[in-house]
Nanobody
Framework: QVQLVESGGGLVQAGGSLRLSCAAS??????MGWFRRAPGKEREFVAA????????YYADSVKGRFAISRDNAKNTLHLQMNTLKPEDTAVYYC???????????????????WGQGTQVTVSS
């Protein structure tokens, strides 16, 4: 069983930056991703990364502002968030798969492990 723990959330003004981290208790050499849930909305895809970090994918809403990365040796995942907007306010979750496939990376149901989330609040 894999456990994921997010950290790095907080309060920031619009235009600012935050760096989220996700630590895995065990080996997670498989695709991983970040999702978020804003107040009153469904969980949505933010970014994903292939098992070795060679390929990354982003939601249109964050493309050019966010950057996902991973360190497989340390079993950690990161999300650098720049030029934050109030609409980025949400609880952010990291997720991991058991399989190596990169297909359907933007669907939450394709991920097997989830963290508890970290709150990101962006003020005007």
């Amino acid at each position: 069983q894999v456990q994921l723990v997010e950290s790095g959330g907080g309060l920031v003004q619009a235009g600012g930056s935050l760096r989220l981290s996700c630590a895995a208790s065990g080996r997670t050499n498989a695709p991983m991703g970040w999702f978020r849930r804003a107040p009153g909305k469904e969980r949505e895809f933010v970014a994903a990364i292939s098992r070795f970090g060679s390929s990354t994918y982003y939601a249109d809403s964050v493309k050019g502002r966010f950057a996902i990365s991973r360190d497989n040796a340390k079993n950690t995942l990161h999300l650098q968030m720049n030029t934050l907007k109030p609409e980025d306010t949400a609880v952010y979750y990291c997720a991991a798969r058991k399989t190596y496939y990169m297909d359907n990376y933007d669907y939450p149901d394709t991920y097997d492990y989830w963290g508890q989330g970290t709150q990101v609040t962006v003020s005007s």
